[in-house]
């Protein structure tokens, strides 16, 4: 019994820990932290806390990511040019 409730500990803790794996699911995170305040003997009011609340999304890019990378590759060879920097390496840009 007392493994088990090890077990559960510790996989709560790594639910609670990285809330940003678990913003599709609340219930599991809300779920893991009340498991948390009960194995130290405390309240718990479930309506005051949410996941989505503890990590921001990432925005979705604005454009596609191979025009970005093609963006920001010519802004690197003109400010490289600008400063007369040469490259060096087979993957040098």
Do not use: N, Y
């Not at 309506?47 to 503890?54: D, G, K, N, T």
């Not at 490289?80 to 040469?86: P, V």
Request: proline fraction near 10%; charge should be neutral; aromatic fraction near 4%.
């Amino acid at each position: 019994m007392h493994d088990r409730l090890e077990t559960v500990l510790r996989d709560a803790q790594q639910i609670a820990g990285s809330p940003e794996d678990h913003l599709d699911s609340p219930h599991l995170f809300t779920t893991a932290w009340a498991t948390l305040k009960a194995a130290r003997g405390q309240g718990f009011d479930p309506a005051r806390l949410r996941a989505a609340h503890l990590v921001e999304r990432p925005a979705p890019t604005p454009e596609p990511t191979e025009q970005v990378l093609d963006r920001v590759g010519q802004k690197v060879r003109r400010v490289m040019a600008d400063r007369q920097i040469t490259p060096h390496g087979p993957h040098a840009a």
